[in-house]
């Protein structure tokens, strides 16, 4: 007999509401939810396999541990024990450094994901964190920290209001939006242009969204951020210039105008490929337009000067006004935030506070750059251990990071490794332990870290639509023992990780004189919580705590979990309003225009004025039915043109001899791939497109569907060296490769160059 349940799709960042059909305890169908209060029965080709990726007979049901060389089936007993065995005399003997955590992007889209890991890694007081932030978004959280005083004040474009949108480096019509949770994305860029509006992409791409754009501009790639300084040079040369309400909230003005003044158009064109009048009038309409958000994802971020350029985003949208109002770009408030405290200088936000041991690239946000991470394990220094223990939870840095072979070898060496994965890839094969997590069906959810990034203020969580399997574990009892395995405290109640958390949340609030517990017994407190499970408590507290929330009844109309789920299809917040000072945290309390660590990074910039890079260069993609290496395995969401191809301008082609279809090896500077060519208007001349998440060739995988078309790992071709300073991003967009077409030997069938 079927049934229906709500769920929230947890398999990209657009978090839209979904109906599920249910039959047993499998889920037979997916479709919107016509009554979410966010995605109005929006659905991608992802959500409507939500059947597929949850049923996927791939998925691992119950821990493996290794023994006698080689991973074997084993009880949660026996694999918390391994756990504890493994991690803790190494932490005994080498120090808690010695002991890395390695975090990938699925935990944005779990529950457990969310609450756990900064538990771990306190526990553990370990240094040696690196996480999937470091190969795609860093640059943004650097700059918004710099500017604001808080790395995860990131504001995100009014889509619903605005009159012109400028979109760099961003496809959200495969991407579903990225820092900018929107469902219907598309939907909602058709409505800007139906209502009069302008959308300009910038993309040396012709993306699904740059054709449906007013104006594309195929830039050179890596040149972002000498566009943005040259649109920021013309507004103030051409006294455009105009911060309306902003104008208090700000300072550095006269100090960024003179920052800036080389970068003039003309100065920035050779290197840019856009023509100086265009930047002109690039610049001309940003300031004439009514309302106008500029918006830069991954293109502007894995690049050379990622964080220059996601800091003059904020610098455009500020120097137009455009920052913090309705039509512009607004900082969201999730129901789940802490409690807002007053508007004041805070602490700020600080870089370099520690250094990776091998090659001293500063930390940022807590974080190492994920290209670290093979050399902190695989080389001695006189300076502290190597990484010589790893938890990597929901991550496959060998697909995910630069140089995957030299990491899938320092994997190999490590004393012991655990990772929380559904599936045996190219990066659990490594590990002495594997701890599978249910699949989504069998899950609670609620998007803390989406929610913050959301176009629109709501709340919605799901319990879960099936229930557990006999013999699996919740993700958050496994995230929980792990935690207490690792920290030296295991065989305790896994129950104990979530009243350690409450405790310290209440005892601080209680203590804090803007909070709405302020004075009151945190005891008490914690008692009034409700909820089936820890994680559900805790998130009772959040709700109660955050800016939405009831105060434990200070405010008797605002949220708690039972009124959370007295609305299954969630709770509409409103629209995203002002919120200027609240936010800020820099120590003036005003937005910081020119921070000393941008201003200290632009005379690199400038000298880019002067580099012109021959030959061909490299950029990615994605696809909508594909998020990173997760869906390679889910056959309804691979084929067609979801494929690993090298997208290349048939101008190229003909010029290298490649034919569309044949075999082009690509190398670079970490290791070369081969892969089929497919010949392309929609690259721009001396560009190469691979897409990001393939190379399912290696062994002992368990992923009968994606070995089948494994593609390459694009992320080979780099060796890991490139990376933006500041935040420590990897360089993995405008990075040059040879090409050369080859030839499949009839005899032999292999491979060989074309001469």
Known sequence: MSRTALRICPLCEATCGLTLTIEGTRVTGARGDRDDVFSEGFICPKGASFGAVDGDPDRLRTPLVRTDGELREATWQEAFDAVAAGIRPVVERYGAHSVGVV????????????????VLVAGLGTRSLFTASTVDQMPKHVS??????????????????????????ANPLESNGSLCTAPDFPGKLKALRARGGTLTVIDPRRTRTAKLADRHLAIRPGTDALLLAAMTHVLFAEDLVDLGDLTPHVQGVPELQDAVRHFTPEAVTAACDIDAGVIRALARELAAAPTAAVYARIGSCTVPYGTLASWLVDVLNILTGNLDRPGGALFPQAATDKTPRPAGPGRGFRLARWHSRVSKHPEAKGELPLSALAEEIDTATPEGEPVRALIAVAANPVLSAPDGDRLDKALHSLDFMVSVDPYLNETSRHAHVVLPPPPPSQSAHHDFALNAFAVRNQVRYSRPAVPLEPGRMSESEILARLTLAATGTHGADPAAVDAMVVQQTLGKAVKEPHSPVYGQDPRTLADRLTGESGPERRLDMMLRLGPYGDGFGLRPDGLTLEKVLAHPHGIDLGPLRPRLPQPLKTG????????????????????????????????????????????????????GTNRCTLHIHPADAERLGVRDGAAVRLKGSGGEVTAPAEVTDAVRPGVVSLPHGWGHDRPATRMSHAVKDPGVNVNQLLDGSLLDP??????????????SAVKISAVTEKLTPLT
Request: charged share 15%.
């Open 726 to 739: 500041l935040s420590g991003n990897a360089v993995l967009n405008g990075v040059p490769v040879e090409i």
């Open 103 to 118: 975090l990938g992007n699925p935990n944005v889209h779990t529950l457990a994901g969310a609450l756990y890991p900064p």
């Open 144 to 169: 918004s920290g710099l500017l604001y005083g808080d790395a995860h004040a990131i504001p995100v474009p009014d889509l619903d209001h605005t009159d012109h949108l400028l979109l760099i480096g």
């Open 588 to 639: 003036s309390g005003k937005i910081e225009l020119l921070p000393q660590p941008i201003a200290d990074d632009l005379p690199r910039l400038r000298r880019a004025l002067d580099e012109r890079p021959g030959g061909i260069v490299l950029v990615g993609r994605r696809h909508l039915r594909s998020n990173n290496s997760w869906m390679h395995n889910v056959p309804a969401l691979t084929g």
